[in-house]
């Protein structure tokens, strides 16, 4: 995790050597990183990107996920989503989102959360939850809110089909795709600036009516994580998630 | 009416000579069929098709609709619509629809609330009903959950206007469309295989959160059909009724 | 403002010399005109059309803009927008819209509060109250009901660029582009034509559950105008409207 603000524009970086996937200590991170960048005076727009040219976000730890035993280590673990999501509908200031590459689970979710994402053509995505037993129940409302009921129930459910940065786009979850890392990082640079002399009040309240209707995720968040954490430690998590290791 | 299982797969296949239209007789032993498929314990997953290789489903049958003389029977009629698409909503197994050919009004309704649609490119749609002096009123909720108000609207006001498959796949009414009856059914038996070996628990939890938001529907939809039940006694239906018979 | 009835369907037209930009006089005569038209009793259906061949409407006017000085007056000129979205919205009739060129701002508000819009490729759409330092607060209920969260979001962060006609359509906002002015007022008057002979019980009733769920936007858009009335008096706003002013 590292984070640099330079000219008003606070560039948060997360990275994990498995394809930046989130075990929960680097999702508590994260979550405190923009809950600060919201308070920070000097921050007035927040670039959130991750490590590497390859996959944005491949989503929960799988090592993590394998080492839970009980529901309430599994509610805790997912609860970390909870809060970074959490944190990012609280923050004041707009989240660019750079999305580089593939997004699967939580990584769609993350995506879906900031206030407006910018992708390459390689960035495809997969809500693989099923898939190992469990489902995007605590990233659900935040994918929803973003591609609506439809395409969010399609992607949940088909979980082993990738679906094209075309399609994402298409559905609203990325709101430009570019060809090139240049060019994807050009319009991000040319957004950020704009956004760093534009006026705080008017951001902040732009802000708070895009997310309006969501002030009971908190809880939400919180009830989905149960499930999830619940679901995690069932025999048919256990099987799937061990075959999915003994591949890669 | 048909349903068998196999291998979990529960098939509910409906039909009716006159491009599979659907009577009050019809809709009623739907909605049983689908209740029933949803408590079934050797049911993972349902499909939900229509007979033949033309229609899917072309909406309320006229020849009943005809018959309707008060708004107590209209009302009645209509309800059957809101309990098959209850039914769907209630069941705690993901639908899959098969969407060989065309919709029409209530038929769009279908089409709408199942949880994954797969098309061939033969299905266009058609909201049809103001053309006969009604509106969707009882599916309209469906249509607009999957497609949203926009979409909903628009089809809804043009009710002369076939919209392609290709729209209905871009607005997300289909999650997916095929260029042969073969892919489709390829696709179809590809989802229904993987879903039928997922954790019925988290598909469970899935489907209840696929539909919140949709738990005063037992009440909304009966409202509904009691506007169309009104609508469809008055004589600008009469008329338009008997002039489309005499087309017919 | 000229409005005139011809076999049901009523045409309202408003225009302004520069760009079919909006004072407040102009909002008030267009809220009466609409409020007019849906307790008329010839009225079966509404055109809104803009004078000209160039933008359908620019939005807010510059000069008014410029001449607030007080949060009270900010609140009382965008409470204009307000009033005619929420004529539009009680109207009983279905509102065609019909869409020859650009919209600015709360211009993307009117394309988006009519029922149906027909678009000529010329109507391109920003919504650009970021860059003089306010936001599309009393406006944004209706354009995200028509666009969905995703893009309305997109459309007010990005506020300096102009997205095309087909984005809009894709997005919701256009029910139908037509490539020529002529295919747009060809269209226009079948859907006029053929809604001018439906039943008016339908459509009202039709256009009350199109509109479910916003009851409470009389409230809600005086809370949006108070916003922009503040943000509007600030020191930000009066010196990007100078420099608006001095380039054109």
């Known amino acids: ?26 999702l508590e991170h994260l979550a405190k990183e923009i809950h600060h960048a919201g308070t920070h005076e000097e921050t007035k727009v927040i670039i959130l990107k991750s490590a590497g040219d390859k996959a944005f976000c491949s ?4 090592d993590e996920l394998a080492s839970i035993n009980t529901t ?15 944190a990012m ?20 979710g993350l995506a879906s959360a900031v206030d407006y994402a910018i992708a390459t053509n390689k960035a495809e995505i997969k809500l693989s939850e ?37 399609w994402a786009r298409r559905k609203g979850l990325f709101a430009e795709v570019h ?4 060019g994807m990082d050009e319009s991000i640079y040319r957004l950020a600036n ?19 209707g969501t002030e009971h995720w908190d809880e939400l968040l919180k009830e989905r994580a149960a499930i999830s954490g619940k679901l995690v430690t069932s025999e048919f998590t256990k099987q799937a998630i061990a075959k999915f290791k003994a591949k890669s």
């Open 59 to 62: 989503g929960a730890s799988f």
């Open 179 to 182: 060809d090139s890392v240049e």
């Open 194 to 212: 704009t956004l760093s002399h534009s006026s705080p009040e008017a951001m902040a309240a732009m802000k708070k009516i895009f997310w309006r």
């Open 1 to 26: 995790m590292t984070s640099h603000i330079e000219h008003g524009i606070n560039t948060i970086e997360f990275g994990h050597p498995q394809s930046n996937s989130m075990p929960g200590k680097l």
């Open 72 to 86: 309430h280590e599994g509610t805790h673990f997912f609860s970390g989503f909870a809060h970074v999501i959490n």
């Open 89 to 108: 509908r609280h923050c004041p200031k707009f989240i660019i989102g750079r999305i580089q590459g593939k997004c699967v689970g939580g990584g769609v």
């Open 130 to 166: 099923l898939a190992i037993g469990i489902g995007p129940f605590v990233v659900g409302p935040a994918v929803e809110r973003k591609i609506g009921t439809a395409a969010f129930s399609a992607l949940a459910i088909d979980a082993t089909t990738w679906r094209s940065t075309d």
